[in-house]
C-alpha cells in the first residue's frame, strides 16, 4: 500500500468516526429537548375538546414554539382567562415534569358556519320579525364573538341601536322580547320580609325581562318594580 493510500484511508476513517460523534451528539442534545410537534399536537387536541360545540366546519393551524425548551414527560395544555375561542387565538402548553416551565403557542382557528345578518337596515327599538334577517355562511371566527348563530327565538328581540343592512346580528345589539307593555293591565307582585301581596295596576313603559318599569296601581300611586315573564312586576321592600 502507498503512503498515498494510507493517508487516504486515514482521512476516510476520520471523516466517519466524526460523523458518529455528530450524530451522537444531535441524538443527545434531541433527547434533551421537546419536540417541537408534539407541543403542537397537544395544543390543536386541546383546541379540537374546546371547539367542539361550535356549529360548522372546524380547522386548526397551531405554529410551532419560537425557543427550544426541556423535554416534558407531562403536558397540560390551558387558554388565557378572557381569551377567544376561535379566530386568532393563543395557547398555553405548561410542562409539570419533570421541569416546570410554560410556553404560548399562536393558532388560527376557523369555524366556518351560519351566522345570522340583518335583511335591510334596522331603526332603533325596532321589533325583529323573521322577515328582518336571514342565515349566511363565514368563518364565525371573523366576525364578532357574540354573532347570533341560531335564529330560531329571535323574533321578538328589540334593536338597541341602528343596524345596516347586511350586518351581523349581535346579541349585543339586542334586548330580549318585551314581557311587560305599556298601556297593558300589570300584576303588581309585593314581597317584603315575611309578606307577599298581589294587585294590579297598569303598565306606564314596555320592558323586557329584568328592566326596572313603573307601575300605576289602582289606587294611582306610581311604583317601580323588575319586569318579569307574563306582564308581571316585582316589588321588593
Not at 41 to 55: I, M, R
Not at 99 to 107: E, M, N, Q
Not at 162 to 177: D, I, Y
Request: a positive charge; proline letters at 6%.
Amino acid at each position: 500500500m502507498t503512503a498515498g493510500s494510507i493517508q487516504a484511508s486515514r482521512r476516510a476513517r476520520n471523516m466517519g468516526l466524526a460523523l458518529v460523534l455528530l450524530g451522537l451528539s444531535t441524538l443527545v442534545q434531541a433527547a434533551g429537548q421537546q419536540n417541537p410537534a408534539a407541543l403542537q399536537a397537544h395544543a390543536e387536541q386541546f383546541l379540537k375538546t374546546q371547539t367542539g360545540g361550535q356549529p360548522g366546519k372546524v380547522t386548526i393551524q397551531v405554529k410551532p414554539p419560537r425557543v427550544d425548551l426541556p423535554a416534558c414527560a407531562a403536558l397540560d395544555a390551558f387558554q388565557p382567562v378572557g381569551g377567544r375561542r376561535i379566530g386568532q387565538v393563543s395557547v398555553g402548553v405548561r410542562c409539570l415534569a419533570p421541569s416546570v416551565w410554560t410556553v404560548y403557542l399562536s393558532a388560527q382557528v376557523s369555524v366556518v358556519g351560519p351566522y345570522a345578518t340583518t335583511l335591510q337596515s334596522l331603526p332603533a327599538n325596532h321589533i325583529l320579525s323573521a322577515a328582518d334577517f336571514a342565515l349566511r355562511e363565514g368563518d364565525l371566527g371573523s366576525l364578532p364573538a357574540d354573532v347570533v348563530t341560531n335564529i330560531d327565538n329571535m323574533p321578538g328581540y328589540r334593536t338597541i341601536s341602528a343596524l345596516a343592512a347586511g350586518a351581523p346580528l349581535r346579541s349585543a345589539l339586542l334586548r330580549s322580547p318585551l314581557v311587560v307593555q305599556q298601556g297593558q293591565t300589570t300584576r303588581v307582585v309585593l314581597n317584603g320580609p315575611g309578606f307577599s301581596v298581589q294587585s294590579e295596576g297598569l303598565a306606564l313603559a314596555n320592558a323586557s325581562r329584568g328592566d326596572q318599569v313603573r307601575v300605576k296601581t289602582r289606587s294611582g300611586q306610581v311604583i317601580s318594580g323588575v319586569a318579569q315573564d307574563g306582564q308581571q312586576v316585582m316589588v321588593a321592600f
